[in-house]
């Protein structure tokens, strides 16, 4: 693994990883990477050898050394690096679909509290919904819940390292588990500073999942039960973009008919 640094905080997406010998998940990192340099720098020694060197305890490091054994903190980090993920930044397109993902997460998805599995559900686009066009954009295999039934909304779930990416948008700022339980819920951090395209990435994919459209009215409205100070941080993301007047109130973002026509949002008869 190399230390080139994208937005994604490898130190981070390790410490989601706990339990086992490490309650530090970026420690195990740091003590795999240790153990398997001086064993290539010392290819005749054992693990007994390398153990009383780097005074790791035998039991933890033989697995690494006589098999293919890595701790799942190393694993994640090195699926992540497959897929372009710890390297991306602003502007790349493995930050674009991490990025679309993220608003997908806010606006019509989950990660789960006990394996950090993502889900998305569709839009009124169904299967051309844009979660499926990044999906296939990252090669990301995926499977469809809830197809047939008319009860609950479909939706796409990722089956080809799923933790590892759930994992990497908590890192972005994602939330975990039912989103009225969370504490302090805020949008991502990196919108702050992000460019426009950016930022303008992000408000389309979450308009496109959550806008309300009246008959009547050419203005259009998000549904948010979240705290008023989430209403407010996400009613400013969106006039930012769209450069024209949004407003926050109670339970509701109100998009003005300028801001929707400056974003595209077409009326639905």
Do not use: C
Request: hydrophobic share 35%.
């Amino acid at each position: 693994m190399n230390d080139q640094d994208g937005l994604v905080d490898r130190r981070a997406l390790a410490r989601t990883y706990d339990g086992g010998a490490y309650e530090d998940g970026w420690a195990a990192v740091l003590d795999y990477q240790a153990v398997m340099r001086y064993a290539s720098e010392h290819p005749t020694k054992g693990s007994y050898a390398v153990s009383s060197a780097l005074e790791i305890p035998r039991s933890r490091i033989r697995p690494w050394i006589d098999g293919d054994s890595r701790p799942d903190a190393v694993r994640a980090l090195e699926a992540a690096e497959k897929y372009g993920w710890l390297e991306a930044t602003y502007g790349d397109t493995e930050f674009v679909v991490l990025n679309t993902l993220a608003a997908n997460v806010f606006s019509g998805g989950s990660i789960t509290t006990e394996n950090y599995q993502p889900s998305f559900a569709l839009n009124i686009n169904g299967e051309d919904s844009h979660v499926i066009d990044v999906l296939d954009a990252a090669d990301l295999d995926y499977q469809l819940a809830h197809r047939d039934d008319d009860g609950r909304a479909t939706e796409v779930r990722p089956s080809e390292d799923d933790p590892v990416l759930g994992r990497v948008l908590t890192v972005l700022g994602a939330p975990v588990g039912p989103k009225a339980h969370v504490d302090d819920f805020s949008l991502p951090w990196y919108l702050e500073d992000a460019p426009h395209e950016t930022r303008k990435m992000f408000v389309l994919a979450y308009v496109a999942n959550r806008t309300l459209h009246q008959p009547t009215k050419r203005t259009v409205q998000i549904q948010e039960e979240q705290p008023q100070s989430y209403r407010d941080e996400l009613a400013a993301l969106i006039q930012d973009v769209a450069g024209e007047r949004v407003t926050s109130g109670e339970r509701m973002v109100t998009i003005s008919a300028d801001a929707a026509r400056s974003l595209g949002i077409r009326p639905r008869n």
